[in-house]
């Protein structure tokens, strides 16, 4: 990947992954999975959070074991479906409506990289106080540390 | 460090760190107007093309990445990035020291290879002849894949400032742990 940069991946509806793809950031090859999941109804948090779990933990992701499947995924095929084991992706666009299902994964990603951003979608506006960042932003003040 | 010197330091970033809050508040609500203006062009692509024809059943089952991501670490965890467009092309500069006219024969007897594809555009996805409302849609997207690699930076320096804030603040509980 050397000199080639690195990929901005996007989780959404419709669409905000049919408008990104307009812009040229998809990438669709044989060797790899998509760099985008179009989430709908049917889709499961489980799926979200698989694709998006790992794309910027350097440490890897754990698969929970699932006592009712007998055959377990492929490590491969899990990691390459999974934005956060990916090491050349920079960023990661989500709607955060979509966010706010795996509020849980986002807050856990502390790298600087892949970047996490989220943005509105057309059924739900961007609120401020459920962006990650902010709101670790706007927890940094007490009254104690403003003395 | 002296206690006078870490609190400076301390107000510095702490400025620091409202100003860059301050801007990416003002560029998010730029992305998120690109944003909704790409959706109301998709709209109005679809409305003109059919329900159907503007969606995931157009995407191509080959795509190169148009757009890529270069990162670069001015310092330790902190990351800028910026987007850079596949296959532009510098214009060739005729400097005026070139006082002669360029002949022009025709091609070149030995063309050169063309070093890499360019990617293909994705509107072509959408067939050859598509309605202007889908350009603008694609317009108002690239626009928000700067916008949002600004933003990442900007919560990427957020993000370390709000450490180096951190670190002082302990440092200085050290140094001063009575101080009120």
Known sequence: MAGRGKLIAV???????????????????????????VVEKDTTINEIEDTFRSLGSLLGSVVEAKPNEHDPPLWDEIDSRQFLHRDDIGIILINQYIAEMVRHALDAHQHSIPAVLEIPSKEHPYDAAKDSILRRARGMFTAEDLR | MAAPDLRAELDSLLLQLLGDLEELEGKRAV??????EGWLSLAKARYAMGAKSVGPLQYASHM?????????????????????RAGVHTPEEVGPGEAALRRRKGPAKTPE????????DPLNWFGILVPHSLRQAQASFRDGLQLAADIASLQNRIDWGRNQIRGLQKKLKQLEPGAA
């Open chain 2, 64 to 84: 190169e990445p148009q757009v890529c991501l270069h990162t670069s670490e001015a310092q330790e965890g902190l990351q800028k990035f910026k987007v850079v």
């Open chain 2, 113 to 120: 290879p063309q070093s890499s594809e360019a990617p293909q």
């Open chain 1, 11 to 37: 989780i959404g509806d419709e669409d905000t992954v049919t408008g990104f793809l307009l812009g040229g950031i998809g990438e669709l090859n044989k060797n790899r999975h998509p760099n985008f999941l």
């Open chain 2, 31 to 36: 992305l998120n107007t690109r944003v909704e």
